[in-house]
């Protein structure tokens, strides 16, 4: 059976010693690490919060910067091809203008080669066809 006497105080007292030298020496200590692990953690977590937010600041600029830059392009392009259909517009124009003086041209030529022709072969029909009545009737004309 066990007796409880004067030295369970001791005991007691022991306890006590060992518990303050173990907080002054290791609980303390290892408890300041712990405190200055979380907090650098804790500081790490709220950088990598802010960092994140600015990235997510910076992607929408770029984003609103992009589509800008689309807009402007779209209506750039939009203009250059408007630009270019009225040059081709008046090219064609042009174009077609000289081609139709051109035809005009040629037209009245050709009618002036048949009015010659016509006027040459009349000429040559008149002649022929008095050497046929001459030859017909026997006699000249």
Do not use: C
Not at 76 to 99: P, S, T
Request: charged letters at 30%; aromatic letters at 6%; proline letters at 1%.
């Amino acid at each position: 059976m066990i007796e409880v006497d004067w030295t369970i105080w001791i005991q007691f007292a022991n306890f006590f010693v060992l518990m303050a030298v173990l907080n002054f020496l290791l609980y303390r200590p290892l408890r300041g690490i712990l405190n200055r692990r979380r907090e650098t953690i804790d500081g790490s977590y709220a950088k990598a919060k802010e960092l994140e937010a600015q990235i997510n600041e910076k992607m929408e600029r770029y984003q609103e910067q992009l589509q800008a830059a689309k807009l402007k392009g779209n209506e750039e392009r939009a203009e250059m091809r408007k630009a270019a259909a009225g040059e081709e517009a008046e090219i064609l124009g042009k174009a077609q203008a000289k081609a139709t003086a051109q035809l005009q041209e040629i037209k009245s030529k050709v009618a002036g080669e048949a009015d010659a022709a016509a006027k040459a072969l009349k000429k040559e029909t008149e002649g022929l066809a008095s050497q046929i009545a001459s030859k017909v009737l026997g006699r000249a004309l």
